[in-house]
């Protein structure tokens, strides 16, 4: 990806005039370019003896320490690593970055991390939202960055059990590539399919766009193989057991905190010969919600589905006459269907008849089919509003149905307060269970002269507004060091030092990815 912006340039482009009058009208504009890449300040790159013994490792043409390398694996990608990254502080980028090809790699790197006192921080796709690559480096004598780029490869196919094994370096395009060459799918579509790799999917528990009918990630692991500094741990030789807690929860969502993963058996499913979408509108986002609830306590939920709340609505859908106009109002739901042709058509039929006697209007595939379209657009979009001093950032959180309403309230109300009048706030409900839902708040407002504190300030009282109100950090985002306030409130004491324990055996001289995940 770009170093200091989302993704490939030349799928990027200038704001839209849509965007752009929507930016001018409720919010102005100033330019706010980034410094050339050779300006951003970057740490001294690991010392000569140090880089020598990593050469021993994996081979003196997998040990990189250009300016140019190490800037492309300094931090991920949320708004306060681009505001950092574009001001030219490259503080927490890499000493090195080294890239092994094995499994005996990972874990030779892992025992030389740990006789030198270096930290590693394992980079998968670099899409990392929450500050989970910037490792806190006191202490230690260097930061490496353990690029998992050589591990590309889909190694086991069980047609029987409908499982296979990949690699966690391979991103996400690429696996779904093999796999459709065997005629399979994994069918997890994050925004940041394009980029996020395997590995990255399974330590931040992530979830996709076709989460109602495929699972989240971690639902969909089966098993993994993870290097760490006591040894190898392998888990995953059943489908389903008893055999104490399920150890491969403790490595979902680590972070890489308790080892790197070096292979990953994951469920899969054939590969759809149809997908179709379709746009629904509601009067109301409540009463859009209230649809998704009964779809979802009925066991009839579509592949993807979607609601977007009435500010999102009007600012997707609206035209460049329409820009500061009236807005036909309502909240549109996309509903997404994969399969057999058969298969297809009777669950779009049996979705359509409960959501048409609930009082949905169906829009037909149009609006459906152009949100599938523009699915990976949207990051490009924020760097081209930073460009013009507009400071943008998402969030999410969960909650249960019954506080919701309370919640989605709560958190708009937080973000509008912290960063003015003028601020828009924007929601959409893209995960849904029988119990719950996601709530995913895209921000935007006005940047002032110093963005990040006004940012950070933001996120702070969002935070707040979520923990305090009995909804959950994040979703899908996962902890990173953004979020580990937050968390230690979200799982009390105790919780903190079940996670501490697990960390200080494991990994007692702290080097794998230090300071992210544990309070």
């Keep these: 990806m770009h170093w200091s912006r989302w ?31 050779a300006d951003v300040r970057l740490t001294e790159p690991l010392a000569a003896d140090l880089v020598a013994e990593l050469a021993e490792i994996v081979g003196a043409a997998h040990v990189l320490t250009d300016h140019e390398t190490r800037l492309h694996r300094t931090r991920g990608k949320s708004t306060p690593d681009m505001l950092k990254i574009r001001s030219g502080d490259g503080s927490d980028s890499p000493d090195a970055v080294v890239r092994p090809a094995n499994h005996d790699e990972v874990v030779a790197l892992i025992d030389w991390a740990v006789r030198r006192h270096v930290a590693l921080v394992p980079f998968g796709g670099g899409t990392s939202v929450v500050g989970g690559l910037a490792a806190r480096r006191d202490g230690f004598a260097g930061v490496v960055s353990l690029d998992l780029l050589r591990f590309d490869k889909l190694v086991e196919v069980d047609r029987d059990s409908m499982t296979v094994v990949l690699e966690p370096g391979l991103r996400g395009p690429a696996a779904e590539a093999l796999l459709a060459a065997e005629g399979l799918t ?43 500094p006591q040894g190898t741990l392998e888990l995953g030789n059943s489908p389903a057991n008893a055999a104490g807690p399920d150890l491969r929860e403790l490595v979902m969502g680590s972070e890489g905190a308790f080892g790197v993963v070096t292979a990953v058996r994951v469920r899969v499913r054939p590969l759809p010969e149809v997908r179709t979408y379709e746009g629904w509108r509601w009067p109301s986002f409540a009463e859009g919600a209230a649809a998704m609830r009964t779809l979802a306590q009925a066991g009839m939920l579509p592949t993807v589905l979607r609601l977007s709340d009435e500010n999102e609505t009007a600012i997707n859908l609206a035209k460049p006459s329409e820009v500061g106009g009236e807005s036909a109002g309502g909240c549109l739901m996309i509903t997404g269907y994969e ?45 081209s509003l930073l460009d013009v001093g507009v400071l943008v950032e998402t969030m999410e959180t969960v909650t249960f149905w019954s506080n919701l309403d309370h919640v989605y309230t709560a958190v708009k109300d937080a973000l509008v307060a912290s960063l003015g009048a003028e601020t828009l706030v924007l929601c959409h409900i893209s995960h849904v269970y029988e119990t719950g839902a996601s709530l995913y708040f895209t921000v935007a407002t006005k940047a002032s002269e110093e963005p990040l504190p006004q940012w950070l300030a933001a996120k702070a009282a969002a935070s707040d507004a979520m923990v305090h109100n009995g909804a959950s950090i994040t979703h899908h985002h996962a902890v990173g060091q953004d979020h580990k306030p937050w968390l230690a409130e979200e799982i009390g004491p105790v919780g903190v030092e079940m996670l501490r324990a697990v960390k200080e055996r494991i990994d007692p001289t702290g080097v794998l990815n230090p300071g992210v995940l544990i309070p």
């Design 339 to 383: 399969g057999t042709p058969a298969a297809v058509e009777a669950k779009k039929a049996a979705v359509t008849a409960l959501l048409a006697g609930l009082g949905g209007e169906n829009q037909g595939p149009d609006s459906g089919q152009a949100w599938a379209d523009g699915r990976f657009h949207g990051p490009y979009l924020r760097d």
């Design 7 to 37: 993704g490939d340039p030349a799928e990027a482009g200038p704001l839209a005039e849509s965007a752009f009058a929507l930016v001018d009208t409720f919010i102005g504009t100033r330019e706010t370019p980034a410094v050339a890449p």
């Design 186 to 228: 994994l069918g997890h579509f994050p925004q940041s399919f394009q980029y996020a790799s395997i590995g990255g999917f399974a330590v931040t528990r992530s979830s996709g766009q076709s989460s109602a009918g495929y699972g989240r990630f971690d639902s969909l692991v089966v098993g993994l193989k993870v290097a760490t």
